[in-house]
């Protein structure tokens, strides 16, 4: 039985990426899921909606529990998912689409500096 061929490329992906891309493929993971639950809420698909919201809130709670605390910036960077969770868990009791973008917002702008820190460090390597 032959497997998805887009299943075995991002297998692939995931497989070959630094840990730095895997942080950047998470935001990407969250971001798509939040997207999904937008469009659950404008459809009335209630349980659509709560299922994307979660996945989009284990991510962001999965990159909180990896947080380095040696690092004076986990504390901002935790202060910041705990603001995306609370959006999050928000958008989802109340199936709002505005708190949702305010989460999305959240969201995107820490991918916008994690790339920036991978372009800094040259793809998370410690630079000389």
């Known amino acids: 039985m032959q497997k998805n061929p887009y299943a ?3 297998n692939s992906q995931v497989m ?3 840990p730095a891309e895997l942080v950047l493929m998470l935001y990407d993971g969250a971001i798509k899921f939040v997207n999904i639950a937008h469009d659950a ?3 009335k698909e209630i349980e659509k909606a709560n299922t994307n ?3 989009a809130s284990n991510i962001i709670e999965e990159l909180q529990g990896t947080l380095n605390r040696k690092y004076a910036v986990a504390e901002d960077f ?3 998912y705990k603001y995306i969770r609370d ?5 989802n009791v109340r199936k709002d689409n505005e708190i949702l973008q305010q989460a999305k917002d959240a969201i995107e702008q820490m991918r916008e500096t ?3 820190v991978m372009r ?3 793809n998370g390597q410690k630079v000389s």
């Open 87 to 91: 959006r999050l868990l928000w958008a």
């Open 41 to 43: 809420i404008e459809k």
């Open 120 to 122: 800094v460090t040259k």
């Open 8 to 10: 075995q490329y991002r």
């Open 114 to 116: 994690w790339k920036e």
């Open 53 to 55: 919201i979660q996945k």
């Open 78 to 80: 935790d202060n910041v």
């Open 16 to 18: 070959t990426a630094s």
